[in-house]
């Protein structure tokens, strides 16, 4: 019986193994805005907020820098990026996936 307290109260046995596949890495969706650079693709993400004050909803945007290796991703595609190690002095994003692409008239 002492065994089993033991066990339970141990924060080693009850730790997971973490691979790459299971790291938590924050996602953010925004729309590529300049595909000028080789690799590097400029989305700006949006994000609705109220103002501490006065309580009006205001809309605050920041631009990300992520790496887009085989420069697929054009201007005006709605793309998925997620937090990744630094790649250069900006970049520290890189594109996942493609969520939605406009239409061409």
């Known amino acids: 019986m002492a065994q089993q307290e033991q066990a339970s109260n141990d924060p080693q046995a009850d730790a997971k193994p973490r691979g790459r596949e299971e790291s938590r890495r924050r996602e953010l969706v925004g729309v590529v ?26 809309t605050a945007r920041k631009k990300f820098k992520a790496h887009d290796e ?7 595609d709605r793309v998925l990026i997620v937090e990744s190690r630094p790649l250069s002095r900006d970049k520290r994003w890189r594109v996942e996936k493609l969520i939605e692409r406009p239409q061409e008239a």
């Open 70 to 76: 085989k420069n697929e991703y054009k201007v005006g």
């Open 33 to 58: 805005t300049s595909d000028k650079m080789q690799n590097t693709r400029v989305v700006i993400v949006e994000r609705r907020l109220s103002h501490d004050k006065y309580g009006k909803f205001m």
